[in-house]
């Protein structure tokens, strides 16, 4: 059916356009249906249904379908149904059970890059992966895919490295002091994070509570070949693209799909232009990986992409079994951080001591020698703090790291836990601290969050046991509620 | 956060709220994500991002969320990321390969009937239903679930029946035929129906050449309580009305979920009041359901939910090898349906058999003896062309069937395709001929599709084979190089 164009200047965030309510039925298409659209190129569209903005005769097209058809306002383009397109075919494939191909998972993903797929689509593909065997090969293949689709960085130095954990500790924000560490050592460090999904913050949430964290991918390369770091957002650099829209799909449900977590991370990994690859896998009772016969298994997986890709690759089995750290939450985290760096005596030590040793392992991987002295020495001389500094001023392009610090500031109310009797902490339960953050206001409010003032072992009578921050009165009441009902710390 | 409420007068098919891209940043949400909107009541929305039409400070609400949050312009309303719903923690918990309960499936349909969950967590829905195994306890818990969300209609008489057949034969117009029957035979049939998914026609929309198929449930009623029958669409109605959405997202991928097929037909036909079902599976090479193994297997599940409701059901066995009838596409069909209630001579023998069969199958079913025979009686003296009549003229309120028929017109541009020497037709493909119909412009031009001059068997050189009709000259030729291609009918 030809239907004469209305641009509308929207941005939707993929190729969308607007159908009269009788225009779609007319096409038999619901909303969220796929169109083609045709002129003298064929592209697909998602259908929107709105009756005020088109008439009968009309197409309304997102700023995104307007460019991708180079047309005018006024002119007319042919509107069908689309058929099923190639990528939907294949997930239907993997869905009844089959294997897929390199060349199969690549028209998947760029389908998925061009907006070609609907988020119900992208929902069956990853179930497909959830629930039917993919081979390591597969795995193998969906992370090339991955990385053909995308942005790709190179640096000229040899030791690119880089370290990723998969997650599920409250704290745990070892990726600053890893990277200041092994930066001052000489690695190369192209170290771009993600912010919360689920939890209090991401990396790049505590980041930026002193810097910029969104760069272009060229102002990333002067960092890195200035200061041999940076600690940036991943979001908006374009390497491994599909990714991000893949992680929103299974936020959903907040699915934890093996396969995909795989060829996600090595994906922004070799993307990125890293040769050495530290994954640190936490594990233990209540997270995301119980035990460690688990953590080796996923480990010996990313083993076998590494070597595919032919990257050096170390894998750490740390304890997961509690949060790492005091402060939890965007400052709360930068305090701790800064601690550590300017080597505090009341800086945590759990914290110090897992940043150290995961620096270490890195520069083995290297190929340096005495590896543990070395961190600790970098650390201890305050080499990895100038390093930090230089990172930091170098993403504000200003030297106001000082004056950045000043302004960390934790959110005015509060509200301090303390143990009733002398008693013994036994647990503390990363999921349950994480939404008791999440209740305070994290990471949208910087400044919330709560502060362990101890971990697991013994705790008297009277001390303090846990601080909560927010902005807001109410809040504070809300986790305390929360904190009553579910008993994030388990006191025997 | 508090944000300022700007109603538009927008019916988006589903609650959406529309936000500025900086606030969906702030509250971190995506477009597709949800969010709970509070003010003295609380609901979940589906977020768009539309920068210029609201500012940072407000949100754009639907007429959807606006009518169920009862709020008014310029007023506050707290908007926040929505944590997972219960349903699809639920749904999770299937994809995780466990069994859930009537209650659980309860708590899921609701979600979907109150426009809760995305098509991505529909979407999820599906596939958990096809990868994990469905226990025959679920699938009744699923249909139980699906006719508690939904209108449902009684009827006074005894013996209110239905009949459906699960699908993939072209052409295969057998409902208007049997409905007469056995309406003219006393029993009560409120025959609901469905347009084409991905077929040339559906029942409503060969019914709609003559009548309107859009009228409301109490209409229904009375024309249901008047002549015993009707012939409508049933997508408005509001009988299981999940079911629309699950459809909606399945057939992204056409894929087939028996669970839920199961549950589909069901709890339609439940709700409509019927008591006695008849169910025609269909099963050749290349069909739905390729073995009568295979058919009888799913024929044991309805007869195994059609117990737990307390219904009687009958299965039909039926070759699906080839398509039923002559014609395929709207008035094509409902021209051979009018040939065999009209006794002619030409009507095809194989629609006007079946139809028989399954007439007396239905009335055999009821409890009238010699079924066979009086359906084949009422058929040939007219009276099921009557009762025909006056549903059509009762759905159209007005007795205009005569002129109705005269109105049905073929498309005017047509080509025949002739068999080129004697040759045997050893294979008429059903999805092909589907395929080919679609390309004519089924089911949107209702004169479009094709007619079948020979089924399977001999056919002599020069003979008729195919006749494509449409509306347009290009749209006959590309069905032309379609048929050249893909070779629909094998002659050997």
Redesign the interface.
Known sequence: MKLKVKNF??????PVVILN?KTAK???V?????VALQNSKKFYSIV?????LVSEKEIGLSTEITKLLDIKQGSLVDVSPAP?SPA?IL??KK?NGKTLTEKEFSIIIEEIVTNNL???????F???Q???NMTIKESISLTKAMIKQGEKLEFNSKYVADKHCIGGIAGNRTTPIVTSICAAAGLTMPKTSS??ITSAAGTADVIETLSNVEISLSELKQIVNKHNACLVWGGSLGLSPSDDKII??ER????DVESQLLASIMSKKISAGSKYILIDIPHGPGGKINTLTQAKNLGNKFKQIAKAFNVKIIIAYTDGSQPIGNGIGPVLEMLDILKVLKNDPTAPKDLKEKSIHLASDLLNLCGQKNSLKKAREILASGKAYEKFKDIINAQNKSNNFDEKVKELKLAPYKKTIISPEDKKITKIDNKKINTLCRILGS??TIGSGVYLHKHKGKISSKQDLITLYSASKLKIKEAEEYYKKEKPITLK
Not at 48 to 52: H, V
């Open positions: 200047d929207w941005l939707a965030g993929r309510n007319k096409i038999n619901f909303q969220g249906d796929r929107d249904i709105f009756p005020k099923m939907s997930i239907k869905i609907t988020e119900a689509e992208i929902a069956y990853i179930a497909a959830k629930m039917q912010r919360a929103q799909v959903l449900l907040n699915l990471p949208e």
